[in-house]
């Protein structure tokens, strides 16, 4: 039966496929195009780390994510350096996630 994807994978899946003797069909994507589909790869990939479940899962996953996060930067013309500032200076503005916050309500009281 076919089952339809219309996602981003790896470059080793299609020797996979051919592995296993499957039928498929993929283009490669390019431009905007393919930054959509490492966008909506990085939400897949994030749902996948909140459905893991211990710690070898998560590992396998958040590979992934450092995988689709590696490419992003690359396609926008990110360093590493540049991304660990932006990582700081949002750090010193907003704070980290440390003290495992999480915000129950709150009202904004000038509406």
Known sequence: MKRVYYKLIRDGIPKFLDSIDADYEIFEAD?????????RKLVEEGEEVFRAVGRDEVVSELADVVEVLRNLRKEYGIS????????????????????????????????
């Not at 495992?100 to 309500?105: G, H, T």
């Open 80 to 111: 590493a350096e540049e991304l660990r500032g932006a990582v700081d200076k949002k750090a010193r503005k907003r704070g980290r996630f440390e003290k495992r916050l999480v915000l129950k309500w709150s009202e904004d009281k000038k509406l």
């Open 31 to 39: 431009g905007e195009e393919y930054l959509w589909f490492l966008k």
